[in-house]
């Protein structure tokens, strides 16, 4: 069975886009090499053999709209069976060639980074049903994690099974973290045999279609009361970066807000430095992490994953940033959950 969609519509929309951009860089044509860019001009494409890994083809895209894929000897009958679709053509090279480098004169796709990065941003309807049935999908696999895992496992069996039930989704797991209660303020608990004991976090980045979806989620074995002031001004922490998420506004003033907002409730000036914030999201886990100063807009429809962070207590869910407001996409209505400023927030799974 092919894993691609050959009925999407959505590549050449794309095409147009980057015809646009090389039109206004007055560049011939641009030779796209990553796995950000690969997945979404060709609607999902898996673009790589290690989860994570470097892309096995490479593609450029032509003024006048015409693509050249340019694959490795072992993957090219896979990708053409399997992954690519649309009008290309395609250029074999051996299993141990350039895919840097182009067919044709172009431009790096770094040097028109900024542009195709925009280019992606906005998201087609298409890709915002996608976001949205494979964030549903998530949330209750991860429900269904910690409603099962058990105080005596080891976070990497937490971590294990959340494996399995992205999996069981059609998504293959990007991040996979785990943190018991020893660890559950290491800013990136990638996984060890330490039991999960009486609290535990676990942290997910699904992919399917190209898109991922990122979340954490809290699970209790035991009262967890002295957690609860933090849990509750760190929702506050976030419910001001949500609400400064807005098309139009620079990222650069949506990390102003941000860093205001953790001294504003408590945590002190410089929390938000002890932890990379998260960022505009879409066909790569965060593209990019917004660091200060980075100026791109928000986009009129942007999938966007903040994951405010201090010790003991975490926060991420993707969202969708509209005009008409911010959308939770990683939610499941059976986990248990309170309102912040009419949005739907996450609170720690009781299982005690």
């Known amino acids: 069975m ?37 997945a979404w001009l060709f609607d999902g494409a898996r673009t790589a053999v290690p989860l994570g890994g470097a892309p096995v083809f490479s593609a450029t895209v032509e003024a006048d709209g015409s693509v050249t894929v340019t694959a490795l000897a072992n993957e090219i009958d896979r990708l053409r069976d399997e992954e690519v679709a649309g009008d290309v053509a395609w250029r074999e090279i051996p299993w141990y060639g350039a895919l840097a480098e182009s067919p044709v004169p172009a431009a790096a796709e770094a040097e028109l980074g900024a542009a195709l990065r925009d ?16 964030g549903a999908d998530t949330a209750r696999a991860v429900t269904a994690a910690l409603e099962g895992a058990d105080p005596s496992w080891s976070e990497r069996q937490l971590a294990g099974y959340l494996a399995e039930l ?44 190209g898109v991922h979806v990122s979340m954490s989620r809290w699970v209790t074995f035991a009262d967890h009361d002295r957690f609860a002031d933090t849990e509750a001004r760190l929702l506050e922490v976030e419910a001001d970066i949500l609400d400064a998420t807005v098309p139009g ?63 003991g207590a975490k926060l991420e869910d993707t969202v969708l940033a509209t005009a008409a407001g911010i959308e939770v996409l990683s939610l499941d209505a059976a986990w248990p959950s309170t309102t912040v400023r009419g949005r739907t927030r996450p609170l720690p799974l009781a299982r005690h």
């Open 249 to 311: 506004a620079s990222f650069a003033s949506v990390f102003d807000e941000l860093r205001a907002a953790y001294a504003r409730h408590g945590f002190g000036d410089d929390a938000w430095a002890r932890h990379h914030q998260g960022g505009p999201t879409g066909y790569v886990g965060r593209d990019p992490k917004v660091t200060p100063g980075f100026d791109a807009a928000v986009s009129a429809h942007q999938a966007v994953a903040w994951n405010p962070w201090v010790p």
């Open 119 to 134: 280019a992606r941003a906005d998201l087609l309807p298409s890709e915002i049903e996608r976001y949205r049935a494979l």
């Open 166 to 209: 992205a999996y069981g989704i059609g998504a293959e797991p990007g991040v996979l973290l785990a943190a018991g209660a020893s660890r559950g303020s290491v800013q990136h608990p990638i996984p060890t045999d330490a039991p999960l004991g009486e609290r535990a976090m676990a942290v997910i980045t699904t992919v399917r279609d």
């Open 2 to 38: 092919a894993y691609r969609n050959d009925a999407n519509p959505d590549h050449t929309i794309k095409v147009d886009r980057i015809r646009t951009i090389l039109s206004d860089h007055g560049r011939p044509a641009v030779h796209l090499t990553s796995a950000a860019a690969l």
